[in-house]
């Protein structure tokens, strides 16, 4: 399957968070292509203050999409939760949005992203 873009978890906006270099060269790579941050990523990473100045400048990117998690999405996720019987709704919604637009998932905990869909594919951090 070709990647269309990135798909990023809480890890990966955590390792943003920390000044990784990894993240930064994948985001650097990744300049003309589509980022998806599900709004649950940004609510379990966000918790203000100028630590976080570069994963603000990120959320701005024009290439930076933040979907959110309405009633459609919520009734897909929950779906997908119980057929996989993982249990984590922000997981499982990362997942859901890599698979919807073509995305690798950027991670640090690959395990819980096969355990939602062992084809999806990851970009390890």
Do not use: F, Y
């Not at 929950?78 to 949005?97: E, M, T």
Request: proline share 6%.
């Amino acid at each position: 399957m070709a990647v269309a873009g990135l798909t990023l978890d809480t890890g990966a906006l955590l390792a943003l968070e920390r000044g990784q270099e990894r993240i930064r060269a994948l985001l650097r790579e990744a300049a003309n292509r589509e980022i998806a941050i599900p709004a649950g990523v940004i609510a379990q990473s966000w918790r203000g203050g100028p630590r976080q100045a570069r994963l603000a400048r990120l959320i701005k990117r024009p290439e930076t999409k933040v979907p959110a998690l309405d009633d459609d999405t919520a009734r897909a996720v929950g779906l997908l939760c119980g057929r996989c019987g993982h249990d984590d709704v922000v997981d499982v919604s990362v997942v859901l949005c890599a698979r919807e637009r073509r995305h690798a998932v950027v991670t640090s905990d690959p395990d819980d992203m096969r355990a939602v869909d062992p084809s999806v594919p990851l970009v390890l951090l």
